[in-house]
């Protein structure tokens, strides 16, 4: 596995190395002693599965707020995705900064977000599946979303007009 930090600090972008011969390939997705030695720390608390019917889809911004922040590691099973983590602490030297990058079934890329980053994605193709594993378990009176079109935030997102949910589309402005 490759691990390439992104321009928000503690973000990575987690290349599988796949291993390929005539019956097809194999990749490790998930190992706990390649995360500890490039010093991400995660104790996998739940995984979760979003599916997502029609292009365009939109998820997002959520995260965790105190005393219950979480981690996550991201990664499109099939399909494929615009995602975007923008940076929500504080004291941080990229504070409301974001990144983008696409995750698709085929190109063995995961991404790995600290606490306090928001976390939202596009599908680009119908029938996309989205798998996260989580650091934290869900606490719903931590639950926060950052409005997906906030202006502060200038996200690019590849769909003008997305298929949202009414609490995705109505989080509060920054």
């Known amino acids: 596995m490759k691990f390439i930090e992104q321009n928000i600090p503690g973000v990575y972008l ?23 030695h490039n010093g991400l720390e995660f104790s996998m608390c739940q995984c979760n599965l979003s599916g997502n019917t029609h292009k365009g889809t939109l998820r997002g911004l959520h995260y965790q707020k105190d005393p219950f922040p979480e981690i996550k590691i991201v990664s499109c099973l099939r ?10 602490r504080p004291n941080s ?7 983008t990058t696409e995750l698709t079934e085929g190109n063995n890329k995961l991404l790995y977000i600290p606490p306090m980053c928001a976390h939202g994605f596009q599908t680009l193709e119908n029938d996309s599946t989205v798998y996260y ?13 950052v409005r997906w079109n906030d202006p502060k935030l200038g996200i ?11 609490r995705d589309n109505n989080y509060a402005l920054l």
């Open 93 to 99: 030297p990229t504070y409301l900064k974001h990144i």
């Open 156 to 166: 690019n997102w590849p769909i003008k007009n997305p298929i949202i949910n009414e």
């Open 14 to 36: 987690i290349e599988m190395e796949p291993f390929k011969d005539e019956r097809g390939s194999f990749a490790r997705q998930f190992c706990l002693k390649e995360l500890q």
């Open 133 to 145: 594993q989580l650091g934290e378990f869900f606490h719903p009176e931590t639950y926060a979303g």
């Open 79 to 88: 399909g494929r995705i615009f995602d975007v983590v923008v940076d929500l």
